[in-house]
């Protein structure tokens, strides 16, 4: 059974839906862990493991003669798909002339070793993709060198865990758009990554093919990153998989690509913070401070500030910080003003966000911009929160910096 399949049994799985699990939500159905084993036992074995079996050569016994010995005449290839070609590397076989009226039986040709069920990624390796950049074209092969046919393959095209999605609960995916190139143009397929379940699997049924021994078939592909990814490694996976219990054919096949965001500005957090942070206590003051090293300037940018919870763990989405836990304010124009706070994921880890959308500037290249932030905690805040981590970022048309975080415990 192929690893990547069986690593997916652990989680809510319903193959018989066509949908695309989004990021943070459940599969329409979910199966039990042991039924699911149970299928995937049987369903995931490679169908290519039998082999032909090697020809026997032998040359024909030839009546004695007084000619010179001769060459036998070579053996034409086949042109059955499924019949091989001699193997040019194979001497070809030698026999004695026969005398008249005899006929000379040539040697056979010795049958050449199948390779099995391959699946190829080409043009992808040693690819860069832009965050909010043009698309990267690529291509898939899936090749079909074993001795029997196939109907119905599904072919699949998918992107794994990114580690530089903004949000990774419940788990991190590049955020963008994959495109397949079918008969009537390119389709849009429901994501770019594959969510929690192995309902991507699903995204061939529109374009299921038949291979028949020895031939393949390439199809073409686009994907696009949207411009609020970070920098990392995205491995995109392909793979084909057959019938009602998707039997995985072949092994899958990995490529690498890396992301770059040569647009995403870059924030710091400009003085150390003082804890602890007391409920109903005074408000803490935050300095930040984004700067635009890219080499072309920003039409909206600010600041950023967080406060994440950082009780949650990378499998739990309970939200202890409340939003009237929190009262936030902006330094501007000359005085404290108030901003609502919205929901944010940084990483596994849930929070609030300062909503500085609202104090939206340009900001020419080399250029950087202050601001000041304070926030106090409710004095009915939950007992159980412990501590908070102050992450400081920016946004600018749509790119995100990398955070700046500082850890703060609270007293109650």
Known sequence: ??????????KNIALAGTGWTRRGHR??????????????????DNPDAGKAAAATSAAATAAPTTSAPSASPS??????PSTPAQDPTTPAATGTTAPTGAATTPAPAKAAARTGFSVRINGLAGARAEAGGKAVTFSVTWTNDTDRSYRGIRPVVSSRDFAGARCGDPMPMAAGTLERKDTGGWTKLPSLSQGTGMDYATTGNNARFDL???????????????ADNGPGTLPVEAAAYIGDNFQQLGKVTVTDVQVVDPHRPTAALTQKLTGPVTAGGAAVVVETQVVNFTGGPFKAVAPEVSLLDVQNSPFETRQVLRKEDIKAEVFWKGAWQSVPTVETCSGATHGLRVDTTAFNQALAAGRGERMMFRFSLAK?????????????????????????????????
Do not use: K, W
Request: charged share 10%.
């Open 212 to 226: 028949a021994p020895g031939a393949a078939r390439t199809i073409e592909y686009r994907m696009a990153l949207a």
């Open 1 to 10: 059974m192929n690893t990547s399949v069986i690593d997916r049994f652990a």
């Open 27 to 44: 599969l329409a159905a979910t199966v039990p862990l042991a039924a699911v084993l149970a299928v995937g036992a049987v369903a995931c």
């Open 75 to 80: 053996v034409p290839a086949s042109a059955s």
């Open 380 to 412: 009915t805040a939950p007992a159980d929160l412990a501590a908070l981590t102050v992450a400081v970022g920016a946004h600018a048309d749509g790119h995100y910096a990398a955070l700046t975080t500082q850890q703060l415990t609270v007293a109650h």
